[in-house]
């Protein structure tokens, strides 16, 4: 069966502080795919990033980057420099490719307070 | 191009009603998935479907069903509504392979009273 765990219930931190994410999975599929999906308070899950098992390549986008560590089932996520706006739930979620729907993990409620 | 699209937005029931929530993935994706968020549970997986078929389900009663239209729109069913059934609705679309991303919609906040 697939797990994921995101350890941090909440975090609040000052805006313009760096903040990262922690997501540990546990999988026994040999190829998998991970994701992080942003709530705001409208409910809508808005899809972040995804990284296929196989490509252990990390990511900068903007504010936004993604270290992905094979070796310790991680997945973690760092928003730089915090902006109010930022202030959501974030799901980490895991999927072995089939047709089983995504593993989400409990989230964690990040708020950025001015 | 548009997201996918959910209605109603919200809906008020009463224990042992039924209620028929309605998705519309995004255009030419094939594929549209249901899951359920409550505070208790978080995230769960309904099921899927992927040209009008079922392709796969999780672990919920009977009373939850869907359908997939031709047209890619997909409703979802619960019959004999009870309190807990109370939740954030969510269906997501993606192309069509099982790997393709999932992207979600708004969401349908039933309550059951």
């Known amino acids: 069966a697939q797990k994921v765990t995101q350890a941090q219930t909440e975090i609040s931190v000052v805006e313009k502080e760096d903040v990262t994410l922690d997501c540990v999975y546990e999988?026994?599929?040999?190829?998998?795919?991970l994701f992080w999906y942003k709530q705001p308070p409208s409910g809508e899950l808005v899809f972040l990033i995804r990284r296929n098992s196989f490509d252990e390549q990390n990511e900068i986008s903007g504010r936004y980057s993604w270290n992905f560590q094979k070796s310790t089932s991680s997945f973690n996520f760092t928003i730089t420099a915090s902006q109010v706006v930022d202030s959501a739930v974030y799901f980490c979620?895991?999927?072995?490719?089939?047709?089983?729907?995504?593993?989400f993990g409990k989230g964690t409620h990040l708020i950025i307070q001015p | 191009k548009a997201g996918v699209t959910q209605t109603p937005r919200y809906l008020i029931k009463t224990r042992g009603q039924q209620v028929t929530l309605s998705c519309s993935p995004i255009s030419g994706h094939r594929s549209v998935s249901w899951y359920q968020q409550t505070p208790g549970q978080g995230l769960q997986f309904l099921f899927e479907y992927f040209s009008e078929t079922q392709r796969n389900k999780g672990n919920f009663p009977g009373r939850f069903s869907g359908r997939q239209f031709s047209n890619s729109r997909s409703e979802m069913n619960v019959s004999t509504l009870e309190l807990g059934d109370s939740a954030l609705y969510l269906c997501a679309s993606r192309q069509a392979s099982s790997t393709d991303t999932q992207y979600f919609g708004p969401g349908t906040r039933l309550t059951v009273l």
């Open positions: 999988t026994r599929d040999t190829t998998y795919y």
């Open positions: 979620a895991l999927s072995g490719g089939g047709a089983d729907g995504l593993t």
